[in-house]
């Protein structure tokens, strides 16, 4: 053998039996996680139930006890989980398209895709196997979310309002008072300005940030008594003056006063949404409840309080829920699994590992209200929570909203064109053309 | 006169070396640096001085924390498994192809070899879709057959095709020619002698593809979902939209993916490199 | 005199043996293409047939595709993300083609002198070029961070020069950090090939110059790059087919933004086909980039055969 056959040789067997220890040891680690909740070896053959979400098994105490409690009841069934990390609508989209053995039994859902999959096909309605008992327990709110053409498609896995979260460690250093119920768009801006820290013309910290998902901005525009659309969704109406109001401000927030960091300015301390806030540099952001997991893993000091005060309080419930894809192979065993994680016990495991509010009025709160406080201010903003606005065509109207908000956060367009133009084409998207 | 030119001369040489060096630190700096991030802590990487190569407190921590958070090691072996089979298989296809343009004569042999070079020229978004559409009926979505078997066909496989026939033709004829006078059928020819002496094109093809399947990106992408089938480039992609704490950890996963290759890079430099001048010819 | 019969093995009379050896070559050249071309029908040739279909349809993947006509083709003309993909796609040609061409031929005409540790200078140059383009990215996206942990704002603070700019974020400033971004991994990979051409330019053209005491600037201009036309015209290809080709950077960077900026016509074909699985409307895309392609390499081959006229 030549020296460099040799050498070639020699660094791939290295390697490979480097990785290979390393792969196995790493693969053969998931299935142990999954099979740690059950000791004992069921001598019966488990009936699977693959169940795909975009969270990740290993790292999701919420899912892991949804197993454990769902097992533990049906002894004769196993849920493996499987994780679409990244732009999950889309792929699991093309997963049901594709039919065969991929399609999963359960599928977890946002909201604003529900009505394109339902229209679409690729999600079953579910009314049959819901009795009156479970329809009545949800709210009402949350039921119109799952519904679509007057069917439901859908069983709540929770439910989300929005509060805002304060950083007390840089509340507490500026020596201001951390807001409570009832304060105003003006004391908000006051406050964000107060927050707000500049060095040698850059600044180290910044009072506000949104990441600028829909729903966040849909807060904003409802507080003004504004909307995306009309509420039978065939319109827009951002170009409305209340609409239009809400997106100045915003702007403004940005451009004029600055109290909030550009997306990749936020992005350095990390690529999650609530990473600036994370690292001290954010005093307050908009968030749900799954928020205070990533802050209360790294120690990070909060106080949650409502939102403040527009035209009228308000804000926004977005609804993630559990779904039967189209093509699932097992229909029978998939009903039980979703009605159980939308069960009140399926709903007190979300609660109590505060993925989410629950949907089922028969859930106890107590709990979750005495283990903080400011706990309470997530439960009351359900009382004037409006449900995020949903369509057909949200992918490609989300699409035409975010080209042109794009532009007016970076100031490359004025919140006048933009919203007019986005209202301009709303009619044909909305429907589908 | 002379002096002064010899001075002259000296100085521009300087000016010349001082340049050289001053474009290989840019080229290498940025991953010294972020090597040299990947071990700092987030206080450090925030609040330090980015320019403090070393960092202090030194955490390599980061690197299993980024290890554990996502299979790398997994990744790795995926990647090695993937772009192994690939490399062989084009090897094997393109030299056989290569042979036959050089040295045999048949019906279409011209119309073949353009229309194979102009696939070339084809961006390959163009294929894209079809072939996602292929997997899917073939039931090949998410799993190994879909990257194994696809990638095979690309403009690395034609890219080295082309080589090997620029090599074959610098073999001489009277070697194959007095092998078949004996009796020797194609094939032995081409496995007992051509392939042989066509070693050096040989590595080179192999490099090339061998590289490119390992940075090879969009196509596993789209077709692989399940965690423990992503290749590196992918897993690292997914790393970062997954495990977004902090730049130090995401930065020890990016130096984890790039190792490999820049083992390989400096064992066979001459490879790499040589291989191009040789062949005045690439295909990205 | 040796029979001609003796000199073939295993055959009997001169005709037959000649035919059969001529279809036996025929025979073995098709068995060696085989599994190349039938790979290709399968993963390149139909596909590229199938696009031109569906670029056709309109398909959602759930549904059956349906047939349109040019319907695909006529939305692209009034689509204004389509002009605005144009647009930046053409603001990337324009500018990287020249750009990685002049400095890959720079460094390449530097590295072929007569250099003390000419092989680690070649390998320190080419290596970005092995690296992915995924990795750079991520090492990038820092390099670019905004603010003053930044590796460039740093390197510029230290330089005097005052502020830190959010490349990735500015509209105005992203498509020229991706150029510089690109120029840097790319560079090594052309000067490589360049000195490849450099090397079939005989010594004696430039000894002969030598006593004809022409300056270096004359001998660079009427030497060295009219003979690495034949490299220039190739690599020139190559680069305008990478510049309309640029995907994971922006991918893994800029996601298109800010604002649309880096919006280039294969993210958009991206974009359409697996984030709003327009699949016909992506096919479209594909199929007038490839002919944009076409065209270009048409006009480079002709002006290239007027030049030599």
């Known amino acids: 053998m030549s020296k460099s056959t040799r050498k070639l040789t020699a660094v791939a067997i290295i390697l490979v039996l480097v990785f290979a220890m390393a792969g196995c040891s790493k693969a053969a680690e998931a299935p142990a996680a999954e099979t740690a909740a059950k000791p004992t070896e069921a001598p019966v053959e488990k009936t699977k139930v693959r169940v795909t979400s975009w969270w990740n098994y290993t790292d999701s105490k919420p899912l892991q006890q949804l197993k454990a409690g769902f097992e533990a009841k049906n002894a004769d069934y196993e849920l493996v989980f499987e994780q679409i990390p990244t732009q999950y609508a889309d792929k699991v989209l093309a997963v049901v398209a594709g039919g065969g053995d991929q399609v999963p039994d359960v599928m977890m859902l946002a909201m604003d895709r529900i009505p394109q999959f339902a229209k679409a096909g690729a999600i079953q309605p579910l009314d049959g196997l819901m009795n009156e008992e479970y329809k009545n327990s949800l709210y009402p709110v949350v039921f119109d979310a799952v519904k679509f053409d007057g069917k439901v498609y859908a069983a709540p896995r929770d439910i989300t309002s929005f509060v805002m979260f304060?950083?007390?460690?840089?509340f507490d250093e500026a020596k201001v008072a951390i807001p409570e119920e009832g304060w105003t768009w003006e004391d908000f801006l006051s406050i964000s300005k107060k927050l707000t820290k500049v060095e040698g013309g850059n600044a180290v910290q910044w009072g506000y940030y949104f990441p600028k998902y829909h729903d966040t901005v849909f807060t904003w525009l409802i507080q003004n008594g504004?909307?995306?659309?009309?509420?039978?969704?065939?319109?827009?109406?951002?170009?409305?003056?209340?609409?239009?109001?809400?997106?100045?401000f915003l702007q403004d927030l940005v451009l004029k006063h600055k109290v909030c960091p550009t997306e990749t300015e936020a992005k350095q301390f990390g690529t999650d949404s609530s990473a600036a806030f994370i690292a001290g540099k954010v005093a307050m952001q908009i968030g749900g409840l799954s928020m205070s997991v990533a802050l209360d893993k790294n120690n990070v000091d909060y106080m949650m309080v409502p939102l403040p005060k527009g035209a009228k309080q308000a804000s926004t419930a977005f609804v993630n829920a559990w779904t039967m894809p189209k093509g699932a192979k097992n229909a029978e065993a998939a009903w039980k699994v979703i009605e159980y994680f939308s069960s009140k016990e399926g709903q007190q495991i979300v609660l109590d590992t505060k993925m989410g509010l629950p949907a089922s009025k028969d859930v106890d709160v107590k709990g979750f209200l005495q283990q903080r406080p400011d706990n309470k201010s997530l439960t009351d903003a359900l009382a004037y929570s409006i449900p995020f606005q949903t369509f057909e065509n949200s992918a490609k109207y989300y699409d035409l909203v975010k080209n042109n908000l794009d532009l007016v956060w970076l100031g490359e367009k004025s919140v006048d064109a933009a919203a007019d133009e986005i209202d301009k084409n709303a009619k044909d998207v909305l429907s589908g053309k | 006169m002379i002096i002064l030119k010899n001075k002259e001369k000296k100085l521009r040489k300087l000016i010349l070396y001082i340049a050289l060096i001053l474009v290989s630190i840019t080229m290498i700096y940025p991953f010294i640096w972020a090597v040299s991030a990947s071990f700092k802590t987030i206080q450090q990487l925030f609040n330090g001085n980015p320019l403090d190569l070393v960092p202090d407190p030194a955490r390599p921590q980061n690197y299993s924390d980024a290890w554990n958070y996502v299979p790398f090691g997994r990744f790795l072996l995926n990647t090695m498994f993937v772009s192994g089979f690939v490399t062989i298989a084009q090897l094997i296809i393109g030299s056989m192809a290569g042979y036959a343009f050089a040295r045999l004569?048949?019906?279409?042999?011209?119309?073949?070899f353009m229309a194979l070079l102009g696939t070339m020229m084809v961006p390959g978004h163009v294929t894209l879709i079809p072939n996602y559409v292929l997997m899917r009926y073939l039931d090949w979505l998410n799993k190994y057959q879909a990257l194994l078997i696809p990638p095979v066909f690309n403009g690395i496989c034609v890219t080295g095709m082309f080589l090997m026939r620029q090599y074959f033709f610098s073999i001489p004829k009277e070697l194959e020619e007095a092998a078949i006078i004996d009796g020797c059928s194609r094939i032995k020819v081409f496995r007992k002698i051509i392939i042989p002496n066509a070693k050096p094109a040989l590595a080179t093809f192999a490099i090339i593809a061998f590289n490119a399947q390992w940075n090879a990106f969009l196509w596993p992408l789209i077709v692989i979902n399940d965690v423990n089938k992503m290749p590196v480039q992918v897993g690292l992609s997914y790393f970062r939209g997954v495990a977004s704490t902090n730049w130090g950890v995401l930065l020890a996963g990016t130096t984890i993916s790039i190792v490999p290759v820049i083992i390989v890079f400096l064992l066979f430099q001459k490879y790499f490199v040589k291989g191009m001048l040789t062949s005045g010819f690439g295909g990205k | 005199m040796v029979s001609p019969a003796k000199t073939y093995s295993g055959t009997s009379s001169k005709t037959k043996s000649r035919f059969s050896l001529a279809r036996q070559e025929e025979l073995t050249g098709w068995l060696f293409i085989a599994p190349m071309l039938i790979g290709f029908m399968f993963f390149s040739f139909g596909p590229i047939l199938a696009s031109l279909i569906l670029a056709f349809t309109d398909w959602n993947l759930l549904q059956a595709p349906k047939f349109v006509g040019f319907n695909n083709f006529a939305s692209m003309l009034d689509d204004q993300y389509f002009k605005q993909c144009m647009s930046n796609t053409l603001y990337f040609v324009v500018t990287m083609v020249p750009i990685i061409l002049t400095v890959s031929m720079g460094l390449a005409i530097i590295l072929n002198k007569d250099i003390k540790g000419k092989a680690f200078f070649r390998s320190a140059f080419y290596f970005p070029s092995v690296i992915s383009t995924v990795a750079i990215s991520m090492v990038w996206l820092w390099?670019?961070?905004?603010?003053?942990?930044?590796?460039?704002?740093?390197?510029?603070?230290?330089?005097?020069?005052?502020?830190?700019?959010?490349?990735?974020?500015?509209?105005?400033?992203?498509?020229?950090?991706?150029?510089?971004?690109?120029?840097?991994?790319?560079?090594?990979?052309?000067?490589?090939?360049?000195?490849?051409?450099?090397q079939t330019i005989p010594q004696e053209l430039y000894e002969v110059a030598d006593i004809d005491g022409a300056s270096r600037w004359r001998k660079l201009i009427n030497i060295t790059v009219p003979l690495l036309s034949p490299v220039t015209?190739?690599?020139?290809?190559?680069?305008?087919?990478?510049?309309?080709?640029?995907?994971?950077?922006?991918?893994?960077?800029?996601?298109?933004?800010?604002?649309?900026a880096t919006n280039t016509i294969m993210y958009y074909i991206y974009h359409n086909g697996f984030r709003l699985y327009s699949m016909g409307y992506a096919s479209a895309l594909a199929w007038v980039l490839f002919l944009i392609l076409v065209v270009l390499t048409a006009v480079q081959f002709k002006l290239r055969k007027d030049e030599a006229n």
């Open chain 1, 166 to 170: 304060c950083n007390k460690k840089l």
């Open chain 1, 226 to 248: 504004a909307a995306y659309t009309t509420p039978d969704g065939k319109e827009g109406t951002l170009s409305k003056p209340e609409g239009k109001a809400a997106l100045k």
């Open chain 2, 105 to 112: 004569n048949f019906r279409g042999k011209n119309i073949i």
């Open chain 3, 143 to 198: 390099v670019f961070s905004p603010s003053n942990n930044g590796l460039l704002n740093t390197l510029l603070g230290k330089l005097g020069m005052a502020g830190s700019v959010d490349w990735l974020g500015n509209m105005g400033t992203v498509k020229p950090a991706m150029v510089a971004m690109r120029t840097w991994q790319s560079a090594g990979y052309y000067m490589v090939i360049f000195l490849a051409g450099l």
């Open chain 3, 233 to 260: 015209f190739f690599v020139t290809i190559m680069l305008m087919i990478a510049a309309f080709n640029i995907f994971e950077a922006i991918y893994i960077m800029t996601e298109g933004g800010p604002g649309g």
